[in-house]
């Protein structure tokens, strides 16, 4: 998908309208940033970093993280571009992309320069979107991004030039969890790997849509959702990828 680099920022400030007046949205995504914070390694030592924070809800749960994306917005600490980060060689203990990366056109670009500012053992943790049989459907008709299944993924290790908005929802499950690409990516071990059901997400609306349930009904999807996550091929929504340094 090709478009202004500026889309990005215009899909900040809607989601933040939506972040504000949604309270069942909030309430599923704290789910998302607890599974999150499972994953950070406490006695690595070095500053925490996520990478294309939107509206810069993981502080929430996460407060101290260094809130970063590409336009200057009052909640966040820099202002930086994932293929050429403001961090000496070594500093950082954690990378966080919440997606972001189907956001990347060069994926190997940015993991070269995570494997510079990252210490070693440091940790990288990318939450995605994930396709399955169920959600193939959900994803290329009611969402605005392409799944882009068959399209080649560029593998370069030099950034794409000129920057534009880019998407491939499915790019996480092709290259983490479908081995389109064997023991990629070189130099990093994958520590975590898991897809899961989501439902209660889906029918949420996120921030595009309105609400299919009421927040009462929350419990009794998710109860669902961890039931069905049995199944990740079948009803698979989202992912979680962490990634170690070698």
Same mark, same amino acid.
């Given at each position: ?95 966080? +992309? ?6 990347? &056109? /060069? @994926?190997?670009? *940015?993991?070269? $320069? ?27 008709? +009611? ?6 299944? &068959? /399209? @080649?993924?560029? *593998?370069?290790? $030099? ?88």
């Amino acid at each position: 998908m090709t478009a202004p680099l500026s889309q990005h920022q215009a899909e900040i400030q809607s989601n933040l309208k939506a972040w504000q007046h949604k309270p069942l949205l909030r309430r599923i995504y704290s789910d998302f940033y607890r599974r999150i914070v499972a994953l950070i390694d406490p006695d690595l030592s070095g500053l925490i970093v996520e990478i294309g924070s939107g509206v810069g809800n993981l502080r929430s749960h996460l407060p101290q993280a260094i809130s970063t994306d590409l336009f200057q917005n009052p909640w966040l600490d820099v202002v930086c571009d994932g293929y050429e980060l403001p961090f000496i060689e070594g500093s950082l203990s954690h990378l966080i +992309l919440f997606d972001v990366f189907h956001h990347l &056109r /060069a @994926p190997n670009a *940015f993991l070269k $320069e995570a494997r510079r500012v990252l210490r070693q053992g440091g940790r990288l943790i990318l939450f995605e979107p994930y396709v399955s049989w169920f959600s193939y459907p959900v994803y290329h008709l +009611l969402h605005h991004e392409p799944v882009a299944w &068959r /399209a @080649p993924i560029n *593998f370069a290790e $030099e950034p794409p030039h000129p920057r534009d908005y880019y998407a491939a929802q499915g790019n996480a499950t092709r290259l983490f969890f479908r081995e389109q690409r064997p023991a990629w990516p070189r130099g990093w071990t994958r520590y975590h790997s898991k897809a899961f059901a989501s439902f209660s997400y889906l029918l949420s609306g996120g921030f595009s849509k309105p609400a299919f349930y009421p927040a009462w009904f929350m419990p009794w999807l998710q109860r669902w959702d961890e039931r069905l996550s049995r199944w990740p091929g079948l009803f698979g929504v989202r992912c979680l990828v962490g990634l170690r340094v070698d």
